[in-house]
């Protein structure tokens, strides 16, 4: 640093009034100049202009004085009016006097023939005209200096305006009667002042925006001077008619008044009318400005109105203090994404007096008004357009107000990104503006996250869709059983339908996730210092609901079945599923006592959930078959007579668990299915690369070294791999084909939840991407760790890349929705080109389990499309009526969304939106879909019910033995029914009918309909029949004795002229296919049976709901790290090939 530059200068010699006078010398050799600022506003017109003109509140404060002046002009000039003498005259001598004039009157048009003494001189006091001059002189004074201090070089402007010219006429003639007295009662038409108000009045609004900084609407400045132009009209007619007619009618004011409304409104009775000519010219000249005035006004109003409803107007200060409100900030509304947040917003009794305010930059469309136009909606929902970038629209919104700030993404747009880049810089507003405000945001792609962690609650759409369609593949029906769970529902819907199943999914669909503090719950109360297993089975066992997972008060973290060792204490939060939260249920205590036995029997308890009119009975506790007064080890077990094993009581006092490494969980037989492969090849640890920020720590199985990226090509061969389609890499479990577009970071969270270190080493399934681009060296990097992850480039379009990649031999088929074709000009044709795809695969891989993602859910009904299948069309018209009821879920019925075959992710917006009443439910979601892991908590799976399990019998005794046993807690079943028929019907086309056709016209005409299969044996029956019929029909052709070669030889020219059934084409065409690409068609005929069943998820369905063959329980499994490893023998389900029974006394001994 300089050092010059660090010397401080002295100080300036000080200024003294003798310096003023006589100068400093010193100052003269100084370089410095003293400037002098804003010498212009010294002068005396500056600081006039900056007092009457500049200054707002100066400004405001003048202009209410004059136009409190010209009120109170007009108010005395009524008041000279009412107390004029001619006008005093008594009601008799006025008709009188009008009588015997009449004639003259009438005949009185020339200006000769009218006396204008009554005109021009009127009789005003002395003290009136004193107060009327004062005011006239002030005004005039006040019109003149503002006249010069807006004067502007042009004189000729500032004279010939009409409000100068209009001061003039009402202020210069009192000047003229202090100079000469006799003029004191001369006529001045003072009410003409009204108008010099109405343009004060413009003014003082202008400077009132101006002081305050805020402006109003242009709608209210527009009906201001509307009003107050159609008043200044009225009374100036009024006033006028009255002074003119003193030399006719001599009316009153009232009769002046009663004239001009009934003549402005059109109704003209004729009892009062002008009689002299100068009276009636004034009538015609007040009705032409009418004509002309008001028009404009009019024209203007309208035109601001439509604006208005454009822009939306204001949410009011006053409004926002007093009543709650959210806002919904979008960048472009639909009808399906309005009615599907104002529907489930209102769905919740305590959002009944919100107010939804919504923000969006694009023009209300015609669709959205006129559901906005709707009673139920137009007084509690707010359209405002424009930008939540904006702070003075996000102040119109009173969002630093609201009780919270919804901000959606725009799914339907071409590119993502930029869409979520739009949702970002929207998040960051809002929380610029109001800090304070919780905000909720839905944003697209998971690499976006981490930009909006500040916010309340996010939604990730790709997270939760690709965990959805990955779970879909273990657990069937993941996303039906998801969606149902995060919808609002009462259980009403299908209750009228004829079918069985209808009713019972549809009741079961009425169930949700609530939380309630365990001593403030009369569901968990009795079970504080219990275990959580025998709370979980007791409270579904007395009062039908599931309690699913805890909360600690002290740590903030859900733990999802925390396992058998976990203690209830009284600060917990539960969190369980019930048709309705604990506060909406009331309770009926009944004790019956039996006849037959003098014992009393255990108290009954009934639970009556009710909402609304609703009431629904959730535990029917007499029926002999599910209930029992004790489930205990029965004392001798090993008796001959003791045909199954029995249920052991769940164990009230929690376990303490025996740690035993990190693959206790894994069974000696897990590694035997892995062929050549080894346990040195597979690791359990966290994914070491990550494809964006914010992705999930799960814990997963590994490979020890990474595959080269030329291994993960399936269909190309390398130098470490000779295998070129998926047939040939004799894969031990069937493979999971995903079809995308491009290999975005969402699926690493599919493959995430199926390689989770819980999942068993012998149940993972080989996953094969099919892609349509090339993927990039990231995310190359990120799967190669995962075991048994391929990708082929191919198209859903095209059969050879299907058959390369395995489509015969996969387990499922998901096909995810194209980026590409969200879009479209027709909104709902975005998934023309899924639905046709998916259509064409399922025809020709008839039994491939397709799980679709589509854009728009009522898309749903064109899947698996059957023209003339009347099921189908009875499914429809039950979700017609399901929609004229109200119904949020009417498309619940269809059967490839109650079997997981199609999903949409605009189902799970309704996520977000049960957060702002539910703050827990998105977490809950993150940890059943395994997004989330937290140390201690659950995870979702699921196992099948075989014939070994049946003795169980009813869903109350399978919850019993997961509790008592493995500390698992059901939360659902799958079920499937099979259709022996099925609406065929036979095209000419369609001539060489097989024998199962032939089955299927013959159930027609019989007028069967459906058969359930509640036992095992009565499900195989018809199929066996069927199948021994087949083969007794192809015996009895191979028994059929030979013809001559000339009939052999017409049969075959019938045959030839006979067309193939659909079927058999389609099938001849895949084996063609398969045989030109060097693939064997070995169970391809497996894939093609024809088949006919119905599936559907119920959610915490009644205890004493029997179990059925091949039926699939979800199940809450407790973490595998927090119970004993001899457990796990008693842990595998039908689902590892082994089942419950074996002795009774290893069941004694963990009881």
């Known amino acids: 640093m300089v050092d010059g530059e660090s010397e401080v200068p002295p100080l300036p010699p000080r200024f003294r009034f003798r310096d003023l006078l006589q100068g400093d010398q010193t100052w003269l050799n100084d370089d410095k100049v003293q400037v002098e600022f804003y010498t212009n506003e010294n002068t005396l017109k500056e600081r006039l202009m900056l007092f009457f003109i500049k200054n707002q509140r100066s400004s405001l404060r003048i202009r209410f004085c004059h136009f409190s002046l010209k009120l109170l002009s007009c108010v005395l000039y009524i008041f000279r009016v009412l107390t004029d003498p001619e006008c005093a005259l008594k009601a008799p001598e006025r008709i009188k006097c009008v009588s015997k004039s009449f004639y003259n009157y009438t005949h009185n048009y020339t200006l000769f023939e009218i006396d204008w003494t009554p005109i021009i001189w009127v009789d005003r006091s002395f003290a009136l005209w004193a107060l009327q001059a004062f005011v006239a002189i002030v005004c005039l004074c006040e019109t003149t200096l503002l006249t010069y201090l807006s004067y502007k070089g042009n004189i000729r402007e500032q004279i010939f305006r009409v409000t100068f010219i209009l001061e003039i006429i009402n202020t210069v003639p009192f000047l003229i009667t202090v100079f000469y007295f006799p003029l004191r009662k001369m006529f001045i038409p003072l009410f003409l002042n009204c108008w010099l108000a109405k343009h004060t009045l413009e003014n003082m609004i202008n400077d009132f925006h101006r002081a305050i900084q805020r402006t109003h609407s242009a709608m209210f400045n527009q009906v201001l001077i509307m009003i107050s132009t159609l008043l200044c009209l009225i009374f100036t007619c009024i006033c006028g008619i009255q002074h003119l007619e003193r030399a006719g009618k001599q009316l009153s004011l009232f009769d002046s008044v009663y ?75 639909t009808i399906d994404l309005l009615m599907d947040f104002l529907n489930e917003f209102y769905a919740h009794p305590k959002l009944q007096d919100y107010y939804v305010i919504i923000l969006c930059p694009a023009e209300m469309d015609a669709p959205v008004r006129r ?24 102040f119109r919104a009173k969002l630093d107000n609201a009780e919270g700030c919804f901000i959606l993404s725009s799914r339907c747009e071409v590119d993502r990104t930029a869409a979520d880049h739009q949702t970002i810089l929207r998040a960051w507003a809002v929380k610029d503006f109001a800090p304070g405000c919780p905000i909720y945001v839905q944003i697209l792609k998971p690499e976006n996250k981490f930009h909006v962690k500040f916010a309340d609650h996010v939604v990730c759409e790709e997270e939760f869709k690709y965990a959805l369609l990955a779970l879909n593949c273990i657990c069937p029906a993941t996303s039906t059983l998801i969606t149902l769970l995060v919808h609002t529902s009462q259980g009403l819907e299908g209750q009228q339908s004829p079918e069985e199943w209808h009713r019972i999914y ?12 365990l001593k403030d719950s009369v569901f968990f109360t009795e079970y504080e210092g219990k275990s959580f297993t025998y709370a979980s089975f007791h409270a579904q066992k007395k009062y039908g609901i599931c309690l699913i997972g805890v909360c600690r008060e002290e740590s903030k973290t859900i733990l999802l079945n925390p396992g058998r060792q976990y203690t209830m204490n009284a600060s917990d939060t539960c969190f369980y599923i019930s048709i309705t939260k604990e506060e909406n249920s009331t309770f009926k205590f009944h004790r019956e006592c039996s006849k037959k036995n003098s014992k009393s029997n255990l108290p009954v308890q009934h639970m009556l959930a009710s909402m609304g009119t609703v009431a629904i009975d959730l535990q029917d506790t007499s029926a002999p078959v599910s209930r029992s007064s004790t489930l205990s080890v029965p004392a001798d077990p090993l008796k001959p007579n003791s045909k199954r094993p029995s249920i052991g009581p769940v164990l009230e006092v929690p376990v303490s668990p025996l740690l035993n490494g990190g693959e206790s969980d894994q069974s000696e037989d897990d590694v035997s299915c892995w062929g050549d492969q080894s346990n040195d090849g597979y690791i359990m640890g966290y994914p070491p690369n990550l494809p964006y920020i914010g992705s999930s720590q799960t814990f997963c199985h590994l490979l020890k070294e990474k595959m080269p990226y030329c291994c993960l090509r399936l269909e190309k061969k390398c130098r470490h791999n000779q295998c070129e389609d998926a047939k040939a890499y004799s894969f031990w479990n069937k493979p999971i084909i995903v079809s995308a577009e491009t290999a975005g970071n969402g699926l690493y969270n599919f493959i995430l939840p199926l390689r989770a270190s819980y999942r068993p080493r012998k149940e993972l399934k080989p996953i094969i991407l099919l892609l349509d681009n090339l993927p990039d060296v990231q995310f190359l990097e990120t799967i190669c760790w995962f075991p048994m992850v391929y990708y082929m480039v191919g198209s859903l379009d095209s059969l050879d890349d299907l058959l390369r990649c395995g489509v015969s031999l996969a387990a499922n088929m998901v096909v995810v929705d194209k980026e590409s074709t969200m879009s479209a000009e027709e909104d709902y044709m975005a998934d023309a080109k899924t639905i046709v795809n998916v259509q064409t695969l399922f025809r020709l891989f ?13 898309n749903m009904r064109f899947m698996q499309f059957r023209a003339k299948d009347r099921y189908s069309q009875g499914l429809s018209k039950l979700e017609k009526k399901e929609k004229m009821k109200g119904s ?63 003795w169980l019998q009813t869903y109350g005794r399978l919850y019993q033995k997961l509790c008592s046993t493995v500390g698992d807690i059901p939360i659902g079943i799958y079920r499937t029914e099979f259709q022996m028929n099925e609406s065929l019907e036979l095209s000419q086309s369609q001539l060489s009918v097989n024998m199962d056709d032939l089955e299927e016209v013959k159930e027609q005409r019989d007028g069967s309909q459906t058969f359930r299969t509640s036992e095992s044996s009565d499900s195989k029956q018809p199929l066996l029949l069927r199948r021994k019929s087949l083969q007794w029909t192809r015996y009895l052709s191979r028994k059929s004795p030979r013809q001559g070669p000339g009939a052999e030889r017409g049969f075959r020219q019938r045959c030839g002229r006979l067309p193939r059934s659909e079927r058999q084409e389609l099938a001849e065409l895949v084996k063609k296919r398969m045989q030109n690409l060097g693939l064997s068609s070995t169970g391809y005929d497996d894939m093609n049976d024809s088949h006919s069943f119905h599936s559907y998820v119920l959610i915490n369905p009644p ?12 199940i809450i499994r407790e973490d595998p790290f927090s119970f004993d490893s001899k457990d796990v023998d008693s842990r595998k389900s039908s689902v590892g090939n082994t089942s419950w029974t074996g002795d009774s006394q290893q069941l004694e001994s963990q009881v």
């Open 259 to 333: 004239f001009c409304i009934v003549t402005f409104s059109t109704v003209g009775y004729g009892d009062i009318y002008p009689i002299i000519w100068p009276s009636k010219l004034l009538v015609v000249i007040m009705i032409c400005v009418v004509l002309l005035v008001l028009p404009i006004q009019f024209e203007q109003l309208a035109y601001l109105w439509m604006e208005r409803q454009k822009t939306g107007g204001n949410y009011s200060r006053h409004r926002a203090k007093t009543e709650k409100h959210v806002v919904l900030c979008v960048s472009s509304i």
């Open 371 to 394: 559901v906005l136009q709707i009673p139920l909606w137009s007084q509690r929902v707010i359209y405002l357009q424009g930008s939540a970038l904006k702070d003075q629209d996000l």
């Open 506 to 517: 549809g009741r079961c669909s009425g169930n949700e996730v609530y939380n309630i503090v």
């Open 846 to 858: 008839s039994s491939l389990n397709i799980i679709t993602e589509l854009t728009h859910p009522a």
């Open 888 to 950: 949020n879920l009417a498309f619940m019925f269809r059967l490839p969304f109650a079997a997981g075959r199609v999903f949409s992710i605009g189902m799970l917006d309704t996520l977000l939106y049960q957060s702002f009443v539910k703050d827990y439910v998105i977490a809950i979601t993150r940890l059943l879909l395994g997004l989330d892991t937290t140390p201690g908590s659950g995870f979702l799976c699921a196992m099948e019910i075989t014939e070994d399990d049946l």
């Open 1103 to 1114: 205890p004493d709901t029997r179990l059925e063959l091949h039926d699939t329980v979800y």
